[in-house]
């Protein structure tokens, strides 16, 4: 059976330069992820090409979701399909309430509209299981967060939107370590049968609290090397150096 | 009868008779008529009408007087509301209506035609009456000597109304307008007011609203228009804010085909506090210019100005801020923020912040000033959460809009608003509203 990603060769362009220069990867349901490599190997290139960031061009190879090619797809067809992208720097969305922007994105991901009782019963769950202050309820999206608060708000979208595949991109980058411990613990409680997730990261550091299936390591707008939990060991004791190939 | 180029003192005699105003009112107008004499009107080469050209301003319109009866315009913010204290309706040139509930009345407010307010309140209206805008220029000369309709408002000292004073100004015969309005606050009286206009015909409006917030006071004012094509308005609503005391307006700017506002504080008192808000979406030839003057008269006053547009088509925008600060005003805090939204490439937006400071005493006075498309960052976060790019732009263009609306908080107002924002944008650029963007490339 076909993976629910599947990438397949898959050259990124951003401003005419080539970044990605022929990914092949696949992540189905029930598998954890990591995707490893130091800054500027093109890890949040990915990311982004994988949910359709209008600045990344895809001029080779495609992206199937479920079997089905979403890489002409625009965004919002992306997350209405299953796919989740959070983000290393979350945007801050000025005069968009969070109650607002979460019940247009949940009505749009699910198809249908969702009553507001249900709603609110839903938001206050997943607050208190992310130890985020109701406050928040208050409050436009993402304006005048701090880093963890912002990380803590994309597991929320993630935990409301329930999607197949999630791409986390550097979501442990700029946290303290508890709140490392936090988000991780927010991952894993998502986690079974039903979530594939990609954790990208440029430490191992989140891998203490998340255990991967498997392990990819990218260098150069490549993936050089996949391997089990093991491969991060190495990682931390012997670092990017040695994995480093001519692009 | 009359046009506002061409204004003879027998026309304003006949104006003034026919209202049946006292002769100090009529002398006034005279002396207003005589100031005019001196005062050219705009060309281009006019600093103040370097950015809207004052051609587009019809001075030959014939002065209409003849009121009438028009039903409300439906979707005001004066519509949404359920009972104001009173209200003051003004249509082509006449009061036709001015009424007070019994409640209020019985505290003294007080709303009439500015005729009858000048036999009543004679001494209040007498010292008020174009000292907060004289003649100042060709306009505001040519509205004291000549207004058609003249509003007043007074909401006695120390009374505190719950619900708004309304005033409605409505437009339906061809011809120059020139409605005056007169709000005076008593000492720590509170009190809402919402000006709305309307109307659709070719007319010139020159407009004159004068607001005095006596010591402690406080008003806040939401000014809306929903004014047709064929409309030019030129409008100057200044506040006049005594000690202690703290006016708050807001001016939404939406329709017309050239509109001049200035939106003024005059902060004449110690500790008063004046802020100035403004909405404006500007589509197709339209033309809005807005220029606000905090302007620091006393000591320890603090103002801020928030001004935020939207343009598309081949609309122009101005916003000309001025925050003007007087030699013997200390420790005074001021600010002011100007942001465009540009939703299509043909409109364009100038956004000029000033500031005259002669005092080394102050505490703070910043401005701010942009001139941007919606950012791609904000709609991609959105589009990835599932919302179609459409309705993230949507949501991106009332956010922006409701960070002004948020600071005036009038019943019925943001709503009100919000609706006409959402109007405008139906007419939005296919670039904007388009599922795909133009730009994507897939090749393989």
Redesign the interface.
């Known amino acids: 059976m076909a993976a629910d990603l599947q990438i397949q060769g898959l050259t990124v362009e951003v401003e005419g330069t080539e970044i990605l220069h022929g990914v092949d990867l696949e992540v189905s349901r029930g598998e954890t992820h990591a995707l490893m490599g130091p800054n500027g190997s093109g890890k949040s290139t990915l990311a982004y090409s994988i ?5 990344y ?6 992206i199937l979701l479920g079997g089905e090619d979403v ?2 797809m ?3 067809e ?3 399909l299953g796919l ?2 959070a ?1 290393q720097y ?7 309430s969070l109650t ?2 979460l019940r ?2 949940i009505g ?2 699910r198809g249908e509209d969702i009553p507001v009782r249900q709603f609110m019963t839903e938001l206050r769950e997943q607050f208190a299981a992310l130890g985020m202050d109701e406050k928040f309820l208050s409050r ?2 993402n304006e005048g967060f701090s880093g963890g608060e912002k990380k803590r708000f994309e597991i929320l ?1 993630m935990a409301l ?1 329930r999607p197949r595949i999630a791409v986390l991109d550097e979501t442990d980058s700029g946290l303290d370590i508890d709140a490392v411990r936090i988000v991780a613990e927010g991952v894993n409680r998502l986690s079974g049968p039903d979530l594939g997730s990609l954790i990208i990261t440029h430490y191992t550091r989140i891998l203490n609290y998340i255990t991967p299936d498997k392990v990819h390591v990218m260098s150069a707008g490549k993936i050089v090397q996949s391997g089990g939990r093991e491969l991060a060991d190495e990682l931390e004791k012997s670092g990017y150096e040695h994995f480093k190939v001519s692009a | 009868m009359a046009t506002l180029s061409a204004l003879t003192a027998a026309a304003v005699a006949s104006l003034s008779e026919a209202a049946g105003e006292p002769d100090w009112l009529r002398d006034r107008r005279q002396s207003a008529l005589e100031a005019l004499d001196g005062l050219p009107w705009p060309t281009p080469k006019v600093e103040e009408w370097r950015h809207t050209d004052p051609r587009r301003i019809a001075l030959d319109r014939e002065l209409v007087t003849r009121g009438g009866d028009l039903a409300a315009r439906p979707g005001g913010i004066v519509d949404a509301l359920e009972a104001p204290a009173a209200s003051l309706r003004i249509v082509d040139g006449a009061v036709v209506e001015a009424s007070v509930t019994e409640e209020a009345a019985a505290k003294g407010v007080v709303v009439s035609d500015l005729a009858t307010a000048a036999a009543t309140h004679a001494e209040l209206v007498e010292s008020a009456l174009g000292e907060v805008v004289g003649a100042e220029d060709a306009f505001t000369a040519a509205s004291l000597a000549a207004f058609t309709a003249g509003g007043f408002v007074h909401v006695p000292a120390g009374v505190e109304l719950a619900a708004p004073v309304t005033v409605t100004i409505q437009v339906s015969a061809p011809g120059a307008h020139l409605p005056r309005l007169l709000v005076h606050l008593g000492a720590n009286a509170r009190a809402d007011l919402y000006v709305d206009r309307s109307g659709s015909a070719e007319a010139t409006v020159v407009e004159v609203v004068e607001l005095v917030a006596e010591d402690g006071a406080a008003a806040r004012v939401a000014s809306t228009q929903d004014w047709g094509d064929g409309v030019a308005h030129v409008g100057w609503h200044r506040a006049q804010v005594g000690r202690n005391a703290d006016v708050r307006s807001l001016e939404a700017t939406f329709g017309g085909d050239t509109v001049y506002v200035r939106p003024d504080v005059a902060l004449a008192g110690e500790g008063a506090n004046g802020e100035l808000y403004g909405v404006y979406y500007s589509s197709e030839e339209q033309r809005f210019e807005h220029r606000a003057t905090s302007h620091h008269q006393a000591s320890h006053t603090s103002s801020d100005q928030v001004f935020k547009g939207a343009l598309q088509g081949e609309s122009r925008a101005v916003w000309y801020g001025n925050i003007r600060i007087e030699a013997d005003a200390k420790a005074t805090t001021s600010d002011e923020t100007n942001r465009n939204l540009i939703l299509t490439e043909g409109a364009k937006a100038d956004s000029i912040p000033f500031l005259e400071i002669l005092t080394s005493d102050v505490i703070a006075c910043g401005h701010h000033s942009s001139v941007g498309q919606i ?4 709609l ?10 459409p ?2 732009a949507r ?2 263009v ?6 002004v609306l948020d600071r005036i908080d009038l019943e019925g107002v943001t709503d009100t608003l919000l609706e006409e924002i959402e109007a405008e944008l139906k007419g939005a650029p296919t670039a904007l509203m388009d ?3 133009d ?6």
């Open positions: 949910m359709g960031h209008p600045a061009d895809i001029t080779g190879g495609q890489t002409g625009t965004p919002d992306r997350a209405a989740f992208l983000m979350p945007t801050e969305v000025p005069g968009v607002n922007f247009t994105s749009a991901v436009n999206v979208q939107l | 950012d791609e960052l904000q991609f976060y959105l589009e990835s959460r599932g919302i179609p790019r309705e993230a949501l991106l009332f956010g922006f809009f409701k960070e599922q795909r963007r730009h994507r490339r897939v090749t393989s």
